[in-house]
C-alpha cells in the first residue's frame, strides 16, 4: 500500500507535524535520491533563500552522480534568466548525468509539478519553483511511496520523450 503524506505551505492552514513543508520535503527526497530524479516545472526562479536550497540540492546531486531529468515549461521564454542559467550551469555540472528538456506545447502548457526520485517517492503539488511556491503562497501537495510513485515516473517518462518536448541545447 502506497504511503501518502500532505506537503504544503502557507502559514494560515498548515498544521504542524500533519502537513510538511514543502520545500522541506523535497530537499529530504532530493538529498536520498540514488540513483535518478526526474521534476517538470512550470515556472523557475533563483536568486532568494527558499528555492536556492531547491538548487543546491539538485547541484549535491549531480555531484553524487545522480541522473537528473528535468522537463520546463517553455524554457526559451522563462522570465528569470538567472534561473536559465542556473539550469544551463546544472547541464554543464553534469554532461553525462543531465538531461533537460523544454516543453513546447501550442495547444496548452505544461503546469503539472511532480518530483519522482528513485521511481520510489514522487512529490506532486501546485508549488512553483519559486520562493513563493515554496514558502510564501498556499500551496499543497501530497508526498507518495510506493507503486503511484512508480507511475508518477512512468507518466513523467512519457512526457519526457514525448515530440512536445524538446532538448535544451543552447542557454541563451
Keep these: ?50 528555492v536556492d536550497r531547491i538548487w543546491d540540492s539538485l547541484d549535491d546531486a549531480v555531484n553524487r552522480g545522480v541522473h537528473i531529468y528535468l522537463v520546463i515549461n517553455d524554457f526559451h521564454n522563462q522570465s528569470s534568466k538567472a534561473a536559465m542559467s542556473r539550469v544551463g550551469n546544472l547541464k554543464s555540472m553534469g554532461r553525462d548525468t543531465v538531461g533537460v528538456r523544454s ?34 503562497n498556499h500551496e499543497l501537495g501530497v508526498q507518495i511511496e510506493g507503486k503511484r510513485a512508480k507511475t508518477a515516473s512512468r507518466m513523467f517518462r512519457k512526457l519526457y520523450s514525448s515530440k512536445k518536448c524538446t532538448s535544451i541545447i543552447d542557454f541563451e
Design 1 to 50: 500500500m502506497d504511503k501518502i503524506r500532505l506537503v504544503g505551505s502557507g502559514s494560515e492552514w498548515m498544521l504542524g507535524e500533519d502537513v510538511v513543508p514543502i520545500e522541506d520535503a523535497m530537499v529530504s527526497l532530493i538529498s536520498s535520491a540514488r540513483d535518478c530524479i526526474e521534476m517538470t516545472m512550470f515556472s523557475i526562479w533563483t536568486g532568494f533563500e527558499f
Design 103 to 136: 516543453f513546447n506545447g501550442l495547444s496548452g502548457t505544461l503546469h503539472a509539478k511532480i518530483l519522482v526520485v528513485d521511481e520510489g517517492s514522487c512529490i506532486i503539488s501546485s508549488s512553483n519553483q519559486s520562493d513563493k511556491g515554496y514558502a510564501k
